[in-house]
């Protein structure tokens, strides 16, 4: 079946730092993948997202780039921000069915200090 | 466009009671997709609807839930006769096939509280 792993945390920066949160994936067919954030407080809100092999997600300064030949999507930033402090979900989405459902890792929390 | 809306944001419950959320789904949006989030877990899938069809369901979806979504637009699921492992943020998803690209946006999440 599909699955996500992602690095556990929680993550400690201090403000200005290289993020990388690593994120490899199992699925059958060819999925697209998803970076979600989720704020405190608030609900999932969707970061970026790659579709197919070497497309690279980017938003906010953040980007991941789908790796087929490692199966990975490794979210980075150069420079973080108090206010990326959250949890970041890596997911993908299996569309060899007749939906496009989405399978999450555990998520990995992201606390940044001044 | 307002974007997801869930009701209850949250609801404590007595064990054995039944409890019943509601989701509105952006405006046009034909899939609505149900996901169910444990402390600690990422989101996992429940169930989903193609416009007022219900055309899959996960084996985590006991008997005793049920959803609906009779006109194509909210989506309701019910708990009914409600356990202490049913407590979890339920949340509510919803796409455009339109569109092409069928990326999801959630709303904020019912915390549901068994006692």
């Known amino acids: 079946g599909n699955s996500v792993t992602q690095m556990e945390g929680p993550v400690t920066l201090s403000e200005e730092a290289f993020l990388t949160i690593n994120c490899t994936y199992t699925a059958t067919g060819y999925p697209s993948l998803f970076w979600y954030v989720q704020y405190p407080g608030e609900g999932l809100q969707l970061l970026l997202k790659?579709?197919?092999?070497?497309d690279k997600g980017s938003n906010k300064g953040f980007e991941a780039t789908y790796r087929k030949e490692t199966t990975s999507f490794h979210l980075e930033k150069g420079s973080v921000q108090v206010s990326d402090s959250a949890v970041y979900f890596c997911?993908?989405?299996?569309?060899?069915?007749?939906?496009?459902?989405?399978?999450f890792g555990t998520g990995t929390r992201l606390q940044v200090t001044l | 466009d307002t974007g997801v809306s869930q009701d209850p944001r949250h609801k404590i419950t007595k064990r054995g009671q039944n409890v019943t959320f509601r989701c509105d789904p952006i405006s046009e949006h034909n899939r609505l997709y149900w996901y169910r989030q444990t402390l600690g877990q990422g989101p996992e899938f429940l169930t989903y609807f193609q416009n007022e069809a219900q055309l899959e369901k996960s084996r985590l979806l006991s008997d005793r839930f049920s959803a609906e979504r009779p006109k194509g637009s909210f989506s309701t699921l019910e708990i009914q006769r409600t356990e202490q492992g049913d407590s979890a943020m339920y949340l509510c998803?919803?796409?455009?096939?339109?569109?092409?690209?069928?990326?999801?946006?959630f709303g904020p999440g019912t915390r549901l509280t068994v006692l």
């Open positions: 997911a993908l989405s299996d569309r060899t069915g007749t939906a496009s459902k989405l399978t």
């Open positions: 790659a579709t197919k092999a070497d």
């Open positions: 998803a919803s796409s455009s096939t339109d569109t092409g690209s069928d990326t999801q946006y």
